[in-house]
């Protein structure tokens, strides 16, 4: 069946350093990924999305990788802010039935440290 | 421009109650999808909706749930005769359209006691 999956349930870095979150997917046909952040007691917000055929996309300190020969994507934040203290979920959302519906992996937890 | 909204924000219900979750879409939106997730976990797809119509209720546990977004009003998710293990927050999104970015409301975190 078809998983999205994030590497580490956990990621701590110092104020000021770059971040990385990694995911991994299981379904090849899937062309279109997203990141959310989702900070407590909040619903996920929107980040930033990569379809396929982009092998890399830039947003404000944010950079997502797609390496679709591994089926890994990942998602890079320059001089990580202690606002970016946050639960981060990459989400397939073509899944299985073309639906739309979102697959998310687990979340990655990401600490910043003063 | 306002987001998606969802109440109440928190409601708390006892066992064998019904429990009754609204979420106004963005202005523009006719796609809304309801999310459940419980402590410590990801989110899990629940239902898919456009106006009148239910498109997808596979992750929608067969009894004592039920969904709605009617042709005037708030999208409903409904679920009856609650038990404990409801206990989670509940998360609407809302779309423009099949597969597009969908965006999401605050959510409401029910408490069944």
């Known amino acids: 069946g078809e998983s999205v999956g994030l590497h580490l349930p956990t990621l701590s870095v110092q104020e000021g350093d770059n971040s990385i979150i990694n995911c991994a997917y299981s379904?090849?046909?899937?062309?279109?990924f997203i990141w959310y952040k989702q900070e407590s007691g909040k619903g996920p917000q929107f980040i930033i999305d990569?379809?396929?055929?982009?092998d890399k996309r830039q947003g404000q300190r944010v950079t997502v990788l797609l390496n679709k020969t591994v089926k890994h994507l990942s998602l890079q934040i320059a001089a990580t802010q202690p606002g970016d203290s946050a639960v981060y979920f990459c989400?397939?959302?073509?899944?299985?039935?073309?639906?739309?519906?979102?697959?998310f992996g687990q979340g990655t937890t990401l600490q910043v440290k003063p | 421009n306002a987001g998606v909204m969802q109440n109440p924000r928190h409601l708390v219900r006892r066992r064998g109650q019904e429990a009754r979750l609204r979420c106004s879409p963005m202005?523009?939106?006719?796609?809304v999808y309801w999310y459940r997730q419980l402590p410590e976990e990801g989110l899990k797809f629940m239902v898919y909706?456009?106006?009148?119509?239910?498109?997808?209720e596979s992750g929608m546990p067969k009894e004592r749930f039920s969904a709605e977004f009617p042709k005037e009003g708030p999208s409903i998710l409904r679920i009856q005769q609650v038990v404990r293990g409801d206990s989670a927050a509940y998360f609407c999104?809302?779309?423009?359209?099949?597969?597009?970015?969908?965006?999401f409301g605050p959510g409401t975190r029910l408490l069944v006691l």
């Open positions: 999104a809302s779309g423009r359209g099949f597969q597009e970015t969908q965006y």
């Open positions: 379904n090849s046909a899937s062309d279109y």
């Open positions: 990569i379809r396929s055929n982009m």
């Open positions: 989400a397939d959302p073509h899944g299985s039935s073309n639906t739309g519906k979102l697959i």
């Open positions: 202005k523009g939106h006719s796609h």
């Open positions: 909706l456009q106006k009148e119509n239910i498109i997808d």
